[in-house]
């Protein structure tokens, strides 16, 4: 049986409202993201985990160099992992510039509209795929007990996924979003069984199931 342990990132200084759009490689934690990073280290510590992955986010990055130094672990960078990618025309704009504002409202509306695109930015459809690239290549790999540092809009991507199956419509992606939240390094826990399970309304399943939602027990 395959085990993947997802973390969302420590807060960021995007999470607090920064005044500029800034791209992956700009966010960084705050001061309180820091710590919340060392707690969830802390509590990696006690997993059994072989690999660890982080997005390509610097905040990913940051928050899995500190389950790096608590658990030995060697640090994987892997861009199937990071959050939704924004339209990198909005980079380096004022969040206080009306058309910018505006783009960046349209953007995230593309993941609940079918086909709809703004600027160079992911929509549902490719934010989509690349969640269900990165569950094949974590089915794919050697170890049985993984560990990935991610993001909040990903995670919400993958539960979907998993809940609901490779078939996720743009409908129903809107239906569960709301209600999945996922705070800062909340873990989020998934398991892959070859076997045939059989649910109580006797329907068989197999594949990925969802194990742990957003458990942050170790922030207090």
Known sequence: ????????HGESIANVGHPTFLSEEDVVLTDKGREQARHIAER???L???????????RAKQTAEYISEA???HMEVNSL???RIPPKELFGKSRQDAEA?????????TFFKEGARVGSGENFADLKARVV??????YTRPEEHILVATHGFFLHMMVALVTLGNTLTVAEFKRIAPA????NTGITRIEYHDRILTRIDKKRHSGWILRVWNDHAHLG
Do not use: N, P, Q
Request: hydrophobic share 45%.
């Open 1 to 8: 049986m395959k085990t993947v342990y997802f973390v969302r």
């Open 101 to 109: 504002r505006e783009m960046e409202d349209e953007w995230m509306l």
């Open 81 to 83: 992992f990071t959050e």
């Open 48 to 58: 059994s985990v072989e690999a660890l992955i982080a997005s390509t986010a610097t």
């Open 133 to 138: 690239r990165a569950l094949e290549h974590l």
């Open 44 to 46: 990696c510590r006690k």
């Open 180 to 183: 999945v939240w996922m705070d």
């Open 71 to 73: 658990t030995g672990l």
